[in-house]
């Protein structure tokens, strides 16, 4: 069987600058979470649940894959 | 709005004046002591002028109290939206909980070498009351240089709707409470004849986790001033969800040692100490891991 080498990867940070260069903060404060949790996502230390990835990209206006994926490094 | 803002100015002037009068009130104390220790060690007679100025600094020891209960506050307060917390923010929030902790102490010595003196002991507790009030006199001055000088706006970030701050303070107090207690805590093993259930393992407990409880409840109090009222994001229920695992692991691990190493003596002193040692080691690895989980990202 084939190992699955996927990880879950992101474009948060590209987003953030491509809209206004929005703070972390200020896309905390929209989603709900504390910017840790923000900083973390970026960073690849935590995985966001659904609904959040959902909320974020519905604050984005694009669609989820868009901003989140699965990388095969 | 203006009413908050007058009232945050109000606490920051008092907060500063209190420091002056705390220092001076320490700066009296050291003259003070300095007359009286070499007559009381001696065993002379203490004049009534003398008696009189003894009530001037328990009268101190209020001032402080309440300089460091303010000052631990505007420090909270200001961390609370900082945009980056800090070492030596830490380090003056935990000398400021230590000093708080250390009036305690600074009490129980005067009122220890007052009795001894009376009775004709030695009073060896002048060697700890000096180091702890210039301990906290260093405190106070530096505390009072951040309320003048550190407090700005610059260093801060506007409306913060899911705090994260004061969540990474409960745990540097935490786990400053929590080695606290532990060392007091330990310190039963080898003074177990001086140890008393209600002073040692009740009140120094009761003591100890206060500085705890206000930043708990602090921090409570800022939550119901959130818009959604939900209290840890998900991340933050992760963390804690493996930080209280973590905790019920070691805990166990540690309570088993416990009984097992004082197995032959389980009716000696390990049968007042258990439960504070319990509550500060869950504490203290509660917080840690806490911190370690939130400080990872």
Redesign the interface.
Known sequence: MKKNNQKFANNLRRFRFENNEISQQELANKVGVSRLTIHSIEKGKFVPSTYLALKIAHFFNVNVEKIFYLSNE | MNKYKDMKTLIKYATITLGFISSLFFVFNFFLFAKLHPKMIRFEDISGTEENLLLIVGIGLVVFLTFYLLSLWRIANYLKNAKEIKSYNIILLIAGILSLLFVFSDWALLTDIHRQHKYGFDQPEWLLLYPIMIFQFITVIVSVFFHLFSTTKKNQ?K??????NI?QIAQYVGITCGVLGLALSSLGFLYSRAWSLTIHSVMGPIILLTPYILVVIYWFVIKLQER?R?FY????I?DIGKSAFLTLLTSVIFMISLFITNFSNLNGIVSILWLPLYLFFVLFIFSSANLYY?K??
């Open positions: 970030l409306n913060i709707e899911k705090d994260s969540f959604d939900v994001d998900e991340k933050q992760l939130t990872r990202s």
